[in-house]
């Protein structure tokens, strides 16, 4: 779910049959974001292999604020080479049973409501380390809140890392690189490496991320800058060295 859309959300209904289900009552108190770290214990759907239940998923808004509606799904069965899934919209128009077949060399499969297929929006799961890409974040103060953020994701697929925020960059070293304790969190990186401060982004340069890749290799990279030359914000620069 963690997608460009602000935001996609889901909820398990209570609801057994399949076409019954056509409203979406007590959604919005109790619909369910993935987590933006890309644990897979903290996902919308959650553990749907027992009862099989029938979510209700709002497709969030588009960049131009315009609501994409809901569908509701239910997986049916799962194989070693496939998901058996049923999706329609709330009135039952668009009711499909697919299979959304499994791939080994992608971390995932994804399904597009827009054009009712799979499509491919991550390279192969070993050709890439750092995704900079908009993505969700759930704020929880002063409410719970989804907001779209500009940051960088790990790939969750063997690309650890950790944030130092006390060394200077110039000083770590492998030798200091390999005592940390890297963790797997995709959004590790994340979107606050900067902050908006007086109308404008400033970097946080002290944040240095000790990265590791799916070969073994170290590196530490700090961001330097978030504008263009033009002074078009969305443009970050960033200093990598590998060890």
């Known amino acids: 779910f963690l997608n460009a859309s602000k935001a996609m959300a889901a909820m398990p209904s209570e609801v057994s049959d399949f076409e019954a289900l056509q409203d979406t009552t007590g959604f919005m108190q109790n619909r369910i974001f993935d987590a933006s770290s890309g644990n897979m214990d903290s996902t919308a759907i959650s553990d749907w292999r027992n009862e099989k239940p029938i979510y209700l998923i709002d497709l969030g808004f588009s960049f131009t604020g315009t609501h994409l509606g809901y569908r509701k799904m239910q997986v049916l069965e799962v194989t070693s080479t496939n998901y058996q899934v049923r999706f329609a919209k709330l009135d039952n128009t668009e009711d499909m049973t697919v ?14 409501f827009e054009t009712n297929e799979t499509v491919m929006i991550e390279p192969p799961k070993t050709e890439w380390d750092l995704a900079f890409t908009k993505y969700v974040h759930i704020f929880y103060e002063p409410q719970k809140m989804p907001y779209l953020v500009t940051g960088t994701l790990l790939n969750r697929y063997q690309t650890v890392g950790i944030l130092e925020k006390t060394i200077p960059f110039e000083a770590i070293d492998l030798q200091l690189a390999m005592q940390y304790e890297l963790k797997a969190n995709i959004d590790l990186i994340g979107y606050n490496w900067k902050t908006f401060v007086d109308g404008t982004y400033e970097i946080e340069y002290e944040n240095t991320y000790i990265l590791q890749d799916q070969q073994g290799f170290y590196y530490k990279l700090r961001f330097i800058d978030f504008f263009s030359q033009n002074g078009e914000r969305g443009a970050p620069k960033w200093e990598v060295q590998r060890f």
């Open 99 to 112: 299979s959304i077949p499994k791939d080994d060399n992608y971390n995932a499969t994804f399904w597009s």
